[in-house]
């Protein structure tokens, strides 16, 4: 939200933005459970459309072709390594079960190697249905912000970033490695075990 403010504001060139969700609940876009909605409401409302591009997911038809369309202009570029788009960034969350986008723990799709876009019919949080990005696609990223807020994270965050020395499964979360950098955002509670 600080982007909003001045003086980032009127220094932002939001023409040269392209937004894409990395996934989302299969809900109409008003709905309290829309990604869209929230982004919509705390940010994105307040920059003009007509100066930002975003691309929401059609919950029916997903606009694979309008993305298809997107990367073979060139605004997003795709990965040398991978073939896979390469975007600027990609802003994360994690659950407190470790899954990032719509990609749970134990979760078939965790090892989706060849679609950009999926969809889940069970995830295990509310609502079931969703669309997301593949790690793929997340892994070929140039930058990622994973963004983590609560003290009911704190768990996840030790056993993803701490030395905890068993051998299990790695979370959705220790999955995520772009070609760029990583950061880490912690508020001081998803941080108080480390």
């Avoid at 990395?22 to 876009?29: A, G, I, L, S, T």
């Avoid at 100066?51 to 997911?57: G, I, P, R, S």
């Avoid at 969809?119 to 793929?136: G, M, N, Q, V």
Wanted: hydrophobic letters at 40%; proline letters at 8%; glycine letters at 6%.
């Amino acid at each position: 939200r600080k982007l909003l403010e001045p003086p980032y504001i009127d220094s932002i060139e939001w023409s040269k933005w392209h937004v894409f969700w990395v996934d989302e609940r299969v809900v109409p876009k008003d709905h309290d459970d829309s990604n869209y909605k929230l982004a919509f409401d705390l940010f994105l409302s307040q920059v003009s459309s007509s100066h930002c591009n975003f691309l929401t997911f059609n919950v029916v038809a997903l606009h694979l072709e309008r993305m298809n369309a997107t990367f073979g202009r060139e605004v997003i570029a795709k990965s040398e390594a991978s073939g896979f788009p390469k975007f600027d960034l990609q802003l994360l969350g994690m659950g407190p079960d470790g899954h990032v986008a719509s990609l749970f723990p134990g979760h078939p799709l965790c090892k989706e190697s060849k679609k950009w876009v999926t969809h889940i019919l069970d995830s295990p949080k509310p609502p079931p249905e969703r669309i997301t990005f593949t790690f793929p696609v997340i892994n070929s990223s140039a930058n990622i912000a994973l963004v983590v807020c609560g003290g009911g994270k704190a768990d996840v965050v030790q056993r993803a970033l701490g030395n905890s020395g068993k051998n299990e499964e790695p979370l959705p979360c220790q999955l995520v490695s772009p070609e760029g950098e990583l950061k880490w955002f912690l508020d001081k509670a998803a941080a108080s075990k480390l």
